[in-house]
């Protein structure tokens, strides 16, 4: 660890060991926040780890574990750099202190604006506000988890927080036994000496408070006994036999239930209301009307004394609805104006060079396509749901949120208290996949334990409220062309797509005062599209940033998530004219980025692509860089009744150092069926304003008798951690796709794919 890094250490006032670094707020290089619980006996050597009496390691988890595993990922972190067993390793929620703040995600979120051109190798781009996010993400402690970065995050700080402990541990034991540190060893947690004296941590812990370390140093990778093992969750045995606690398995004394309806149409309102006939049926104990704040819809909800009780009773509630004042939204109408945008603005240019105009005046052909994606919901497993408890000027919170710190000031500001006043405990999360990076259940819950007269208040969606009040993934439409010369080389490559803003809308949303216009030129809309490999003499890639009125959020992966299908898709369509094979014309476009290359060739290879095939049965491929990952994969498909089958995905990934491959494994495995899903079913239809799919008999998933087997191949690396849950995602469609023109000969350009 540089000296630079480490600004302070020493004895603190509440006698745990100080230390901080040199990229936290001033008042966080403490190293220890104001809030960390301690209990008789335990010592907290920083921000991050305690140790208790019996020698046990407490880490204060930030990250919210939506089955991605990142708290198994983040123990073994700290159990490497502490030599102890993983199960001796404890989780407890991490507060709400700057330290815990991902600023990886959310400089990630950042626009880009137009500057000047850096030079014919970079984009015509450049960040600006990072500081700014960076700054106030930090002051304002915004713990988020998402886009694949937490492992990411955590790599150096979580390491090095375990080194310091270790070292200052390691001294204590050093003068308890007036012997040199460097004559101690350390195995599973206790500490040895030749002399023949050993105990575990906890007999040094309180010395430990008062150590300076000096010279902290990781262990190097060589000396690695966890990080790149393929090590055993210890969440499963809990998620197995039904007592791990997800938001809907809270239970608080004297628990109301309530059930919500929301307007029906979007941007719409309530008119009028009728509650008597509700108010009437057993068990109800009131109707409250919502206000919408932080993104939320206008409705109202029934407090009951179950949740069968309030269901039943939200039904008989009349209502009134009004349209939005500037007319029903409607997705046919949508795409014909996002074409329209195509053809009339010529958007936000992310990243040019050469000169694509004179490429294609000058070329013997120019080949065009113009791809198209819909809205996605994200249909997690869990539905949305809250439990919220105001009493006596407190107000708590429990909720499987990806955001607890911005859901903490939503409520904050909804109850009308400080933010010290607001209590959120995170429970696991049955599905988050950028959907529960928003915050409007938590303020709808908010508002029911306001009017609850100090009960706690439990509010679950329906499915239908779910599913037709998602923050869903909007819909783009592409305009692709390439440069073709006389000898049959493809000279050029240009993308115009078009469609909302993400980011903007979710920051106008959460996080109004680093907002912007809603459409401005937004990075994480565009990425998968300025930032290809391929090395195309010319090439300019741009976006139009829309406003279509539909609510849009994060969904896994992103922008990558479409534009991986139009790219990769267009891709083929080049090697195709080119009378080439899709993978060897990806190749010789690979030549200066070897990291792709030797990603595509080992999918490639452990595929045995070009091998005879079963009959009726392709192969088709794709590449994508999303999160620092880069993933090929190879689709085996065949069509069977009608439909795409898909056999077998074989999928290469380089994301730098793998902490855990059976998580790798796993992630992709999720991704590639989460994926599939959207590639043969996924789309929102929306007329009259009014969502037209409300449950999963009209907005199916991929059963597990259609999941294909997935092999996952990773390329070894000495990197640093890059993401996993989400950069398998985006190849898949694209390779399905592929594989099905070569079943078919007739090249599709629009999800959700038909046989």
């Known amino acids: 660890m540089k000296r630079r890094n480490l600004i302070l250490s020493g004895l603190g006032l509440t006698g745990a060991l100080i230390v901080g670094w040199g990229v936290m707020p001033p008042r966080s290089r403490l190293g220890k926040p104001d809030n960390m619980?301690?209990?008789?006996?335990?010592?907290?050597?920083?921000?991050?780890?305690?140790i208790t009496k019996d020698g046990g390691v407490?880490?204060?988890?930030?990250?919210?574990?939506?089955?991605?595993?990142?708290?198994?990922?983040?123990a073994m972190l700290v159990a490497e750099e502490l030599d102890v067993p993983l199960k001796q390793v404890r989780l407890?929620?991490?507060?709400?202190?700057?330290?815990?703040?991902?600023v990886a995600m959310f400089v990630g979120t950042l626009p880009f604006h137009p500057l000047k051109s850096e030079g014919p190798d970079k984009p015509m781009m450049v960040k600006t506000g990072e500081w700014m996010v960076s700054k106030v993400a930090r002051e304002l402690g915004v713990n988020a988890t998402g886009g694949s970065s937490s492992v990411k995050d955590a790599w150096d700080h979580l390491r090095t927080a375990a080194a310091t402990a270790k070292a200052s541990l390691l001294l204590s034991a050093a003068d308890q036994w007036k012997v040199s540190a460097k004559e101690l060893s350390v195995k599973d947690g206790v500490i040895s000496h030749a002399s023949g004296k050993s105990a575990h941590y906890g007999e040094f812990a309180k010395g430990a408070a008062g150590q300076t370390p000096s010279n902290v140093l990781l262990k190097d990778r060589k000396d690695w006994r966890l990080i790149g093992q393929a090590t055993p969750r210890a969440d499963v045995p809990a998620k197995t036999n039904g007592s791990a606690v997800f938001g809907i398995d809270v239970r608080v004394l004297n628990m109301l239930f309530a059930s919500i309806v929301q307007v029906p149409q979007m941007g719409g309102t309530l008119s009028s209301i009728d509650v008597k006939e509700a108010l009437a049926m057993p068990g109800v104990v009131k109707c409250v009307q919502l206000s919408s704040a932080a993104g939320s819809a206008p409705g109202f909800a029934v407090i009951a004394k179950t949740t069968w009780h309030a269901q039943q009773a939200v039904q008989k509630v009349k209502a009134?609805?009004?349209?939005?004042?500037?007319?029903?939204?409607?997705?046919?109408r949508i795409a014909i104006e996002l074409q329209d945008k195509l053809k009339t603005e010529s958007g936000f240019t992310f990243y040019e060079q050469g000169d694509v105009v004179k490429a294609e005046a000058g070329a013997a052909r120019v080949i065009q396509a113009q791809y198209t994606a819909p809205y996605l919901a994200h249909a997690t497993m869990e539905p949305m749901n809250c439990t919220a408890q105001f009493k006596d000027g407190q107000l708590e919170i429990w909720a499987p949120t990806q955001v607890p710190g911005l859901a903490r000031a939503a409520a904050a500001k909804v109850a009308g208290v400080s933010g010290d006043k607001v209590k959120v405990h995170v429970t696991l999360l049955g599905g988050g996949f950028g959907r529960r990076l928003e915050v409007d259940v938590v303020v709808q819950a908010t508002q029911l334990a306001m009017a609850a007269d100090g009960a706690p208040v439990q509010l679950v969606?329906?499915?239908?409220?779910?599913?037709?009040?998602?923050?869903?993934?909007?819909?783009?439409?592409?305009?692709?062309?390439?440069?073709?010369?006389?000898?049959?080389?493809?000279?050029?490559?240009?993308?115009?797509?078009?469609?909302?803003?993400?980011?903007?809308?979710?920051?106008?949303?959460?996080?109004?005062?680093?907002?912007?216009?809603?459409?401005?030129?937004?990075?994480?809309?565009?990425?998968?599209?300025?930032?290809?490999?391929?090395?195309?003499?010319?090439?300019?890639?741009?976006?139009?940033?829309?406003?279509?009125?539909?609510?849009?959020?994060?969904?896994?992966?992103?922008?990558?998530?479409?534009?991986?299908?139009?790219?990769?898709?267009?891709?083929?369509?080049?090697?195709?004219?080119?009378?080439?094979?899709?993978?060897?014309f990806r190749m010789a476009l690979l030549k200066d980025a070897p990291r792709y290359a030797a990603v595509l060739k080992l999918a490639a290879e452990k595929a045995k692509w070009g091998s005879a095939l079963p009959a009726g049965h392709a192969h088709g491929v794709a590449l994508h860089e999303s999160f620092g990952s880069i993933v090929a994969q190879v689709a085996e498909v065949s069509i069977k009744d009608g439909m795409p089958r898909v056999h077998r995905v074989v999928c290469a990934i380089d994301c730098g150092t793998v902490v855990n491959p059976g998580t790798v494994a796993q992630q992709v495995e999720s991704s590639v069926n989460f994926a599939l899903t959207a590639a043969l079913f996924g789309k929102i239809d929306i007329q009259a304003g009014v969502v037209q799919q409300n449950n999963f008999t009209n907005y199916p998933l991929v059963s597990m008798a259609q999941s294909p087997?997935?092999?996952?191949?990773?390329?070894?690396?000495?990197?640093?951690?890059?993401?996993?849950?989400?950069?398998?995602v985006p190849p898949l469609a694209p390779a399905v796709a592929n594989a099905l023109f070569q079943l078919t000969g007739q090249r599709q350009r629009a999800l959700p794919l038909k046989a």
């Open 37 to 50: 619980l301690l209990t008789e006996g335990d010592v907290a050597l920083n921000g991050w780890i305690k």
């Open 58 to 74: 407490v880490l204060a988890m930030h990250r919210s574990d939506m089955g991605q595993g990142i708290h198994n990922a983040l």
């Open 92 to 102: 407890e929620q991490a507060g709400h202190d700057a330290i815990y703040g991902n």
């Open 320 to 332: 009134e609805w009004a349209q939005r004042k500037e007319g029903a939204i409607d997705t046919q």
């Open 461 to 584: 969606w329906t499915r239908e409220q779910d599913m037709t009040h998602d923050y869903y993934r909007p819909m783009h439409v592409a305009q692709l062309s390439a440069a073709v010369n006389a000898q049959g080389q493809v000279e050029s490559l240009q993308i115009k797509s078009a469609g909302d803003a993400i980011s903007p809308r979710w920051m106008s949303r959460v996080l109004p005062a680093l907002s912007g216009p809603v459409d401005a030129p937004d990075k994480t809309t565009a990425e998968g599209l300025f930032d290809l490999p391929y090395g195309f003499a010319h090439q300019r890639m741009s976006h139009v940033s829309t406003k279509m009125g539909v609510p849009i959020g994060f969904w896994r992966s992103v922008g990558h998530s479409h534009n991986a299908f139009f790219s990769e898709s267009f891709i083929d369509e080049l090697a195709v004219a080119s009378k080439q094979d899709p993978v060897a």
């Open 709 to 728: 087997v997935v092999e996952t191949w990773i390329v070894p690396s000495t990197r640093s951690p890059e993401g996993v849950g989400e950069p398998a």
